[in-house]
Nanobody, 116 residues
Framework: DVQLQASGGGLVQPGGSLRLSCAAS????????MSWFRQHPGEGLERVST????????RYADSVKGRFLISRDDAKATLYLQMNSLTPDDTAIYYC?????????RGPGTLVTVSS
């Protein structure tokens, strides 16, 4: 079974940083594009960032460009999201997703709360 376990969320003050991790298992991680999506309260899923399986190219939503950095460690089957200069608008549940579609396999998310 595909398992994706996100971690690293928490409460952080505006301007702070967090690093999310996602441990993957049950599939060949290196063969898949991987994404982070987030869901604000009462809203749908928003794609935050994607890292491609081939070449490691990255994509970012305009709202996080220049502040967030996605990376992957294929040897550890782990996906990361370094989040800097956080604002209250970044408050959401963050999900690690296999592929680039919001309908891709995903596990439980991790809650990020940005508040003073």
């Amino acid at each position: 079974d595909v398992q994706l376990q996100a971690s690293g969320g928490g409460l952080v003050q505006p301007g702070g940083s967090l690093r999310l991790s996602c441990a993957a298992s049950g599939f060949t991680f290196s063969n898949w594009d991987m994404s982070w999506f987030r869901q604000h309260p009462g809203e749908g899923l928003e794609r935050v960032s994607t890292v491609l399986s081939t070449g490691g190219s990255t994509r970012y939503a305009d709202s996080v460009k220049g502040r967030f950095l996605i990376s992957r460690d294929d040897a550890k089957a782990t996906l990361y999201l370094q989040m800097n200069s956080l604002t209250p608008d970044d408050t959401a549940i963050y999900y690690c997703v296999r592929g680039r579609s919001p309908s891709g396999s995903r596990g439980p998310g991790t809650l990020v709360t940005v508040s003073s």
